[in-house]
């Protein structure tokens, strides 16, 4: 496997975009990437594309925008995994280059929420779970039934046990939630590219707002966001030939591994998956990518992370999962102020997904705010301490997708 | 360079709507059918994997973890353990929408009641099944609560047999 490197980053501002089309604002990202990283759209050889299926009412975007991103004689190729998909492209385009199959290859992954009346709802999720559904109802289920269900449905439905489970187990309370989003608006404040933007924002202005289901308030949930993210990546020999002026993130390893289908299984019929915050997936990928960039213990070798955590609890449980912190104890360092953005381990200094969430873009932009934070070009949100070594999650498909990407300042020993 | 519309502050704008249409899914044959069959005499209605021993519920036709099918069907325990729970606040009219339409208006769901959703593991299962924990106030709920499934009074074997869990005799020391 060549070594890889991101040569080039550029997202949209993220937030209502109703300037814009979705081709618009995906070219505005690419072409943000590809002067970035000072190259010329001649040099791209081949684009790795994705977004939620079906998300913005058009099923397959690439087909309309990829004149818009210069892919004209090129190849591109598009990859869905559900809220992963942007973990995924970054992994795709890793592939193309490390394979020895292209020298510089773009990634880019994108959301346009506000084209739908429902934000994804009708025919995103809808086509996500309408032939399970549909089976349900034919084998009997009543409609209280079905909004009992709907009470806590789709993805903050299942977070939302997945934020219980996390308290039983864990020992964490409600406060802890609170603590994590208002960190989450506070570095948003800081992102020029950020959503729900609150400087200052205390735990206690998020305990005031709405229970929306207990345990899970309103100041707890994600926007639903429109924007964009792209990265460029090059080979080592591409590196040489084009001499970029400004610092590269080297991506040190890769890994991606599925779990089950954690809520109701094929057809309802069932699952294996007794705790929705188990998330075994996102064990096993850290594991691996840990192995391939020879990091053996992550707590100490890497420096800062962008965890995929689109509910306040996510970015404790995750944590954990990728061996920043022992089983059941993230919430004490978040008491202590480790992860904030001049603490010992600063998670999401971005805002993360929780103050942004243009789904198919999150993904991405984890891996691109890692290697700006590499680069030392995140601006306000940059992190002080030296970050040599960081990690890049994504979460998604029925809670069970998980892609880990660990980048540094150095390439590959 | 990009195309930049520095000019306008919002763009074109087209409406249109996108009807999901009918399709004709198939179904795996699985034991659904039985579940639903067992539910009707009160009873639940699992798979046993012979290769590592995990019973699912709803019963499912292999098993994900040794990818093997699965033949052996059991009737588990009525009694289970919840593991954690949801409480939702007092429904009111136009909180809870369901693919546009109000729950609470179109009467599938009562004003002002709480629901509090169970994450259920029915004893000796390794699936956990979510449903309402009834007759019990939301404050008297804890993580651990000994609970039984609570079935619809004339079940005719569908779905909506398995109306929720309630709170078992709970075993204090």
């Not at chain 1, 608006?185 to 609150?198: D, S």
């Not at chain 1, 089983?327 to 978040?334: D, L, R």
């Not at chain 1, 700006?372 to 997708?401: C, S, T, Y």
């Not at chain 2, 546009?100 to 299962?125: C, H, P, Q, R, Y």
Request: charged share 25%; with cysteine.
């Amino acid at each position: 496997m060549r070594r890889v490197a991101i040569i080039g980053c550029g997202q949209t501002k993220h937030g209502r975009r109703t300037d814009i089309n979705q081709a618009e604002m995906v070219s505005e990202a690419v072409w943000r990437a590809i002067e970035d990283a000072g190259i010329g759209i001649e040099d791209v050889e081949a684009f790795a594309v994705g977004n939620m299926q079906g998300f913005g009412g058009i099923a397959h975007p690439e087909m309309i925008f990829s004149d818009y991103i210069g892919a004209f004689g090129k190849p591109v190729q598009r990859v869905a995994t559900g809220g992963t998909v942007g973990g995924s492209v970054a992994q795709l385009a890793y592939y193309q280059v490390a394979s020895g199959m292209f020298d510089v290859v773009v990634a880019v992954a994108w959301e346009k929420h506000s084209d739908s009346a429902e934000p994804g709802a009708t025919t995103g999720l809808l086509h996500v779970a309408f032939a399970n559904l549909s089976y349900m109802f034919k084998k009997g289920l009543d409609m209280r039934s079905f909004a009992i269900m709907g009470l806590a449905g789709a993805a903050a439905g299942i977070s939302a046990y997945q934020a219980a489970q996390y308290m039983a187990k864990s020992g964490c309370r409600i406060d802890h939630y609170d603590m994590v989003a208002a960190k989450a608006r506070r570095n948003a404040a800081k992102n020029k590219y950020a959503h729900l933007k609150w400087p200052d924002c205390r735990p206690e202005d998020i305990a005031k707002t709405e229970m929306l289901i207990w345990p899970m308030r309103f100041g707890h949930v994600c926007p639903a966001s429109d924007g964009a993210s792209a990265i460029v990546l090059a080979s080592e020999d591409a590196i040489q030939r084009l001499k970029p002026e400004k610092p590269v993130a080297w991506i040190l390893g890769v890994a991606a591994y599925a779990d089950e289908e954690a809520d109701q299984g094929e057809s309802y019929q069932g699952t294996g998956v007794l705790d929705y915050s188990a998330q075994i997936g996102c064990i096993l990928s850290a594991k691996k990518a840990y192995e391939r960039a020879k990091i053996s213990d992550p707590r100490k070798e890497v420096d800062m992370a962008e965890i995929y955590a689109p509910f306040p609890h996510q970015e404790l449980m995750f944590s954990e999962k990728l061996g920043f912190f022992d089983e059941g104890t993230a919430w004490k360092a978040v008491e202590e102020g480790i992860t904030e953005i001049d603490g010992d381990f600063p998670i999401c200094p971005s805002g993360g997904v929780n103050a942004t969430n243009a789904i198919g873009s999150s993904g991405l932009q984890r891996v691109l705010e890692c290697a700006l934070q590499i680069m030392k070009k995140a601006e306000n949100h940059q992190v002080p301490k030296d970050v040599e070594v960081a990690v890049a999650h994504a979460w998604g498909g029925q809670v069970q997708f998980n892609t880990v990407t660990v980048l540094s300042d150095k390439p590959k020993r | 360079m990009a195309l930049i519309k520095e000019k306008f502050k919002e763009t074109k704008r087209v409406f249109g709507e996108w009807n999901v249409g009918a399709y004709r899914w198939k179904a795996p044959k699985g034991y659904l059918d039985e579940f639903i069959k067992a539910l009707g005499e009160k009873k639940i209605l699992g798979t046993l994997c012979s290769g590592c021993g995990r019973i699912y519920v709803p019963p499912r036709e292999f098993c994900s973890r040794c990818f093997r099918k699965i033949e052996t069907k059991t009737i588990v325990s009525n009694f289970g353990t919840l593991l954690a729970f949801l409480v939702s606040p007092p429904l009111t009219k136009g909180k809870v929408l369901i693919a546009g339409i109000d729950a609470v208006e179109s009467g599938w769901l009562k004003e002002g009641e709480e629901i509090i959703l169970g994450i259920v593991n029915f004893d000796g299962t390794s699936s956990k099944l979510v449903l309402p924990v009834l007759n019990v106030k939301p404050t008297d709920v804890f993580v651990g609560m000994r609970v039984r499934a609570v079935f619809s009074e004339e079940p005719k074997g569908s779905l909506s047999d398995l109306i929720g869990v309630e709170p078992a005799e709970q075993v204090k020391f």
